[in-house]
Nanobody, 129 residues
Framework: QVQLVESGGGLVQAGSSLRLSCTAS????????MAWFRQAPGKEREFVAT????????DYADSVKGRFTISRDNAKNTMYLQMNSLKPEDRAVYYC??????????????????????WGQGTQVIVSS
């Protein structure tokens, strides 16, 4: 079992930056593929970014490429999402997710929420225009 806790959300102006953190406890964090999803009011949960257990593989939604960076520090059991040039449409609750995957990566369907077994409670990001 893995427990995930997000932090770092808040209210910022458009063009600003935020860094989200996801701290894991329980079973071996370092062997899990990790991801960020987000859900805006009235919308479905959508994929943001994912990172393999080694950190060598990453993938991003087109909407955040070039603005967001996912990273992890396995020694600290923590994953990060650096969000730059924030836009009002980035407003959402951001969720951390984890799964064993296949050797710590998801070759397919890694943008699908159902592929991840463990979820945090979410942290809200509000971007004012």
């Amino acid at each position: 079992q893995v427990q995930l806790v997000e932090s770092g959300g808040g209210l910022v102006q458009a063009g600003s930056s935020l860094r989200l953190s996801c701290t894991a406890s329980g079973r071996s964090f370092s062997s899990y593929v990790m991801a960020w999803f987000r859900q805006a009011p009235g919308k479905e949960r959508e994929f943001v970014a994912t990172i393999s257990w080694t950190g060598s593989n990453t993938d991003y939604a087109d909407s955040v490429k070039g603005r967001f960076t996912i990273s992890r520090d396995n020694a600290k059991n923590t994953m990060y999402l650096q969000m730059n040039s924030l836009k009002p449409e980035d407003r959402a609750v951001y969720y951390c997710a984890a799964d064993e995957g296949l050797n710590g990566w998801l070759p397919m369907r890694r943008g699908t929420p159902g592929e991840y077994s463990y979820w945090g409670q979410g942290t809200q990001v509000i971007v004012s225009s």
